[in-house]
């Protein structure tokens, strides 16, 4: 992606790294692995803590660990999530669980976890070990209250703290970490951190913008399929919230196993849902680029900002 030009070189060590750290173990989790490196998206995160880290000098080896240990904890968190959503497709390949079956998609995903925390200890900083493990107990608590908020519609702050958890935290602390294996000061860790959980709760926005408005085949999966899992995310919340269009929207929702999603998705069009979730994002990622304004100027400040404008304008 272009606005990793940066830390491409970088990422290319990352990807490195990750072929080398999965295919150690055995033949079987070699092949689940390569399954996964295909699936596993546009390498964020990683670029994230490459990016921020490059905010203290020259990118390390020790940079490259904390960003692959980055990568594999994203790579844990996508094999589960599909198996609790009982998800056949993930970017548009067969999901892990639908390719090995679930006893072998539930060990992979443990396995990366490990592998993630055997790198992060190998830097040997107390507090990279420790910002790790409480994102990861913090994402699971916000994926346990999203299955304990199934079928229920939440207010648009439970929206947000929910959110908050399951991905906005985990942005937050690629960027952390980054700032921490560089050895920056706490005070350009606190604004990476802060440009990190803005850029967080844009992208769970616009992924739930997505959801509705999206090609299916852009996104590799079927557009409102939230709403099928029981999931209620900003658009609905809002237009649920509107005199006008809450009662004939609840008509569509009666059913929660056979949604009439085309009748939804226009619906989320015409009231202004879908344009308010927009002005949200952008409002997120106006702040993110506000909290680097005290960070030095140059190429990494722009790549950080560009990546922020980005998060509003993709399509998948």
Known sequence: ???????????????????????????????????????????????????????GGFPSERLTRVATAVELIHMATLVHDDIIDDASMRRGVASARQR???????????????????????????????????????????????????????????????????TARFIESSCRLGAMAAGLALDEEELLARFGHEIGMAFQVVDDILDWSADPESLGKSVGEDIGQGV????????????DWSDELRVYLADPKNPPVAQIRELLSQSGAIHYAETVASSYVESAKASLEA??????????????????????
């Open 1 to 55: 992606m272009a606005v990793f030009s940066l830390v491409d070189s970088g990422l290319r060590d990352v990807d490195v790294m990750l072929s080398d750290v999965l295919r150690r173990d055995n033949l079987l989790m070699a092949e689940v692995s390569d399954h996964l490196l295909k699936a596993s998206g546009k390498r964020l995160r990683p670029a994230l803590v490459l990016l921020s880290g490059t905010f």
């Open 100 to 166: 090995f079956g679930d006893p072998v998609a539930v060990l992979a995903g443990d396995f990366l976890f490990a592998k993630a925390f055997q790198l992060f200890a190998s830097v040997n900083d107390p507090r990279v070990v420790h910002e790790a493990a409480q994102v990861v107990g913090i994402m699971c608590s916000g994926e346990i209250q999203q299955q304990l908020d199934h079928g229920r519609v939440a207010s648009e702050a439970e929206y947000y703290s929910r959110i908050e958890a399951k």
């Open 295 to 316: 960070l030095p100027a140059g190429p990494t400040r722009s790549s950080l900002e560009a990546l922020a404008e980005f998060i509003v304008v993709r399509d998948h």
């Open 232 to 243: 209620y995310t900003l658009p609905l919340i809002h237009a649920l919230e509107q005199a």
